[in-house]
């Protein structure tokens, strides 16, 4: 039997109004024809309260909160959470850039990857930033090499690979033994002793991010423990730890249970010292919730299987779904009364997996507007042209009013790098 249909809950900051939906006041039909669909708009206000949400249940630690800015890298969010004081992480030189143009103090940014090249590591150097998180002995080398030809002694910090399973989806699971990231507990030690001996380093912190979407506590409980471990022989050795960053990855419910973050803040709470700072990477925490893609109905169209409901947004706008099988909750923009019918959303890209699955709507038309919900982290970031589609257009709230964030690409810029 199939489920009874529910009304959607609406995410914090959304309302109707009227029949209307408005994102922190801002009537979001309002946007939509001044900027035109598919559209990502964000309310600041909503974020900003998200990062107070943080520091507030980290309070008695006074945790510097770096953004992990690869959740959405808008210069109109980023200026604000830099103005707001937060830190921020990065993943490559790009993010560096965007990060530093946003007004973060490079004495708050860290700088993450993998695969940092030597022109990164000379970036990050030059701009000195707080740390490296070093990934592998290869790329300690590297940075060394590198802080030696510059003279700016590198901060680094060591990123574990505790082998911790956070129980989320597999392609957003990095704490694993078999994960690319971080280095095995006896070569995180190894990495630390080295650089604590090199004239060019300052070994300065211990790094672990279990992986993204966490919903339980449990796990930041175990890399804590894992980590007091390690704080407490390396300090034994005569090598103190100044900073701790325990990563981000706080998940959202997204319909599921909602992760606690005040008991994620007490498994910390025993890795916290006089002179030693804590750092959280959240990403995903801060953004997702304030931001919608807005996306008009192309056509409604009836088969004997399903009814499809042609979106204006696709997969090329918002990945999550076929990447992940995440669901984006789905809502109108103008709410409809009558019986909801069963039908699936998909986008116009020539995929199967273009799909932002079943969802309910009233007497669905073309040219309705709909709002795809918690589209605020990881969706225009990991947006593409696929399909010949130009990057939509990303505008914020402010005083019952939407302002331009980023125009909407054209199809000249489609070839405009072409040789
Ligand atoms: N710190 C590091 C080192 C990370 O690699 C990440 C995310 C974060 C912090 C922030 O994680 P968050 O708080 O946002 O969960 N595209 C995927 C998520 C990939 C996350 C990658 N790393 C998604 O859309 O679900």
Request: aromatic share 6%.
């Amino acid at each position: 039997m199939r489920r009874p249909m529910r009304e959607t809950p609406l995410t914090e900051g959304l309302e109707y109004k009227r029949g209307r939906l408005r994102l922190s006041g801002s009537p979001l039909e309002d946007a939509a024809e001044k900027f035109g669909t598919p559209l990502y708009v964000y309310s600041p206000e909503l974020m900003l309260a998200r990062l107070a949400r943080v520091k507030a249940a980290f309070k008695s630690l006074a945790p510097l909160v770096c953004y992990a800015m690869k959740a959405n890298s808008s210069l109109a969010l980023c200026r604000r959470l830099a103005a707001a004081g937060a830190g921020v992480e990065v993943v490559s030189g790009g993010e560096l850039s965007i990060a530093l143009k946003a007004g973060f103090q490079p004495r708050r940014v860290i700088f993450s990857g993998v695969g940092k090249t030597r022109v990164e590591i000379r970036q990050g150097l030059r701009s000195r930033v707080l740390l490296f998180n070093v990934e592998s002995l290869g790329e300690l080398d590297a940075i060394e090499a590198e802080a030696a030809r510059t003279g700016v002694r590198a901060g680094v910090s060591i990123r574990i690979n505790p082998d911790i399973d956070a129980h989320t989806h597999r392609h957003i699971t990095t704490g694993l033994a078999e994960n690319k990231f971080g280095l095995p507990v006896p070569d995180s030690l190894a990495a630390f002793r080295r650089a604590a001996r090199s004239p060019n380093l300052r070994a300065l912190g211990l790094h672990v991010h279990l992986g993204s979407q966490i919903a339980s506590p449990v796990p930041y409980a175990k890399s804590a423990r894992l980590l007091a471990g390690m704080i407490s022989r390396l300090e034994s050795e005569g090598h103190p730890v100044k900073y701790v960053d325990v990563g981000g990855g706080f998940g959202l419910p997204y319909g599921g249970p909602a992760l606690d973050l005040k008991a994620v803040a007490r498994t910390a709470a025993p890795l916290k010292r006089k002179g030693r700072t804590l750092i959280v990477e959240p990403g995903r925490f801060l953004v997702a919730e304030c931001g919608i893609l807005l996306t008009r109905i192309q056509y409604v169209k009836r088969t004997r299987a399903r009814t499809f409901v042609v979106l204006d947004a696709g997969m090329n706008d918002l990945i999550r779904p076929a990447l992940y099988g995440a669901r984006h909750p789905l809502v109108p923009v103008f709410r409809r009364a009558g019986p909801p019918q069963r039908v699936e959303f998909v986008g116009p890209i020539c995929e199967t997996s273009d799909t932002f699955g079943e969802g309910a709507a009233v007497d669905p038309a073309p040219g309705d507007l709909w709002a795809v919900l918690l589209a605020g982290a990881y969706g225009f970031s990991m947006a593409s042209r696929y399909n010949g589609r130009p990057l939509p257009a990303e505008a914020v709230a402010g005083g019952g009013g939407w302002r331009l964030a980023r125009k909407r690409e054209t199809h000249a810029e489609l070839t405009r790098l072409e040789a």
